[in-house]
Structure formats: C-alpha cells, structure tokens
T-cell receptor, first 107, second 116 residues
Framework: GQNIDQPTEMTATEGAIVQINCTYQ??????LFWYQQHAGEAPTFLSY????GLEEKGRFSSFLSRSKGYSYLLLKELQMKDSASYLC????????FGAGTTVTVRA | GAVVSQHPSRVICKSGTSVKIECRSL??????MFWYRQFPKKSLMLMAT?????????EQGVEKDKFLINHASLTLSTLTVTSAHPEDSSFYIC????????????FGPGTRLTVL
C-alpha cells in the first residue's frame, strides 16, 4: 500500500521559516503535490514536483528527491494566515494523502 | 479559472434518510471527478473516481450501494449517501481534473454531513 509520512504539528514565529518534511513509499510515482488546508475548508494547491529539485513560488518552495522518496515544503516569512494544515500527496494510480502537518504561527 | 463548487455546504439529516451532494466544475469540463471523505484531524481518503458517462470506480472498503455516484455530464457529479447513519457523518470533498487521473486536481469547498 501507500505510506506517506509527515510530522503532525509544527510551531513557528511570525517572520520565521518552517520546513515540513514528507517521506513516501508508493508502488508508483507520477508527481508529488503540496496542499494547504484551513480548518473546515477544502485543500488549495500550493506546489507540484515531478522531477528532482527545488520549485520556488513566492514565499513557498518545494523540493523533491525521487531516489530518497523525500520532499519538503519550505514556508518563508511566515504570516499569521499561514496557520493551517499542510498536506503532502503523492500521485500514483490515485492521489494518496499524508495525514497533514498542522502549522501554528505565533506572533 | 478551474473553480469547483459543491452543494450543499452543510447538511443535517435524520438517520435512515438519503442525502445527495452535488459537485460542479464551473468554468471547465472535467473528464474525471473524485470523491473524498475526511474525518476530523485526519487526511483525505479517496472514496471513488468517476468518469463522465461510465460507472464509478470505488476504492477498497467503500460500499458502492451505500455511496451512489453519478457523473451525468462533464460538469456535474453527484454523491448520494443512502440510508445515512451517524457513522457516515464526515466532511465530503470532491475534486475535478481537466485531463485524466494524472492531472492536477481542483477541490471543491467540501460538504459537512451530520447524521443525527
């Protein structure tokens, strides 16, 4: 089956940087997504990696190493509104989600 | 672009009744739509994949007679929870892709179902 692991919770200060790691073991691989989800709302797309390396998009960056089954999402210049759950999802024959990492940003 | 809507956003029903949830792609034609459910503080679990004009493909452990999915057009898929029970209470989210299974999924805002 699919196995996608990410930390449960992280706390950081406004203006700081936080890195959310995701490791995966899946039977196939066709890309890795990161989504942001606020409580009671649907996930919103943040990034997509299918090749190794770093993808930068404003304050958010995502990295992928396929050989290591590893990705991270980097959030820079944290803002209070970044407090949310961040979901790592691997596209195999279906989109399989990790349990999510709840990030709390404190003033 | 690529907006997906769901209706209703919240529904409360009595045990034993059936509830229909609609998922619409507003500004694109969705070849494939997906239905997920999410329990509190848990991740999304794929329930089924539906393609317009064909039967839905259900994930292992999901009762197809319990969760009826109809994908009648390229912009509309419906999920009907039949004879709902309290354990069916959950957050149901649909998503749609522009292309096939490998494309980016655009998520609807979700439907909170509470069965009394």
């Amino acid at each position: 089956g699919q196995n996608i692991d990410q930390p449960t919770e992280m706390t950081a200060t406004e203006g700081a940087i936080v890195q959310i790691n995701c490791t995966y073991q899946t039977s196939g691989f066709n890309g890795l997504f990161w989504y942001q989800q606020h409580a009671g709302e649907a996930p919103t797309f943040l990034s997509y990696n299918v090749l190794d390396g770093l993808e930068e998009k404003g304050r958010f960056s995502s990295f992928l190493s396929r050989s290591k089954g590893y990705s991270y999402l980097l959030l820079k210049e944290l803002q209070m509104k970044d407090s949310a759950s961040y979901l790592c999802a691997v596209n195999d024959y279906k989109l399989s989600f990790g349990a999510g990492t709840t990030v709390t940003v404190r003033a | 672009g690529a907006v997906v809507s769901q209706h209703p956003s919240r529904v409360i029903c009595k045990s034993g009744t059936s509830v229909k949830i609609e998922c619409r792609s507003l500004d694109f034609q969705a070849t494939t739509m997906f239905w997920y459910r999410q329990f509190p503080k848990k991740s999304l679990m794929l329930m089924a994949t539906s393609n317009e004009g064909s039967k839905a493909t259900y994930e292992q452990g999901v009762e197809k007679d319990k969760f009826l999915i109809n994908h009648a057009s390229l912009t509309l898929s419906t999920l009907t929870v039949t004879s709902a029970h309290p354990e069916d209470s959950s957050f149901y989210i649909c998503s749609a892709t522009l292309g096939g299974r490998w494309d980016e999924q655009f998520f609807g805002p979700g439907t909170r179902l509470t069965v009394l």
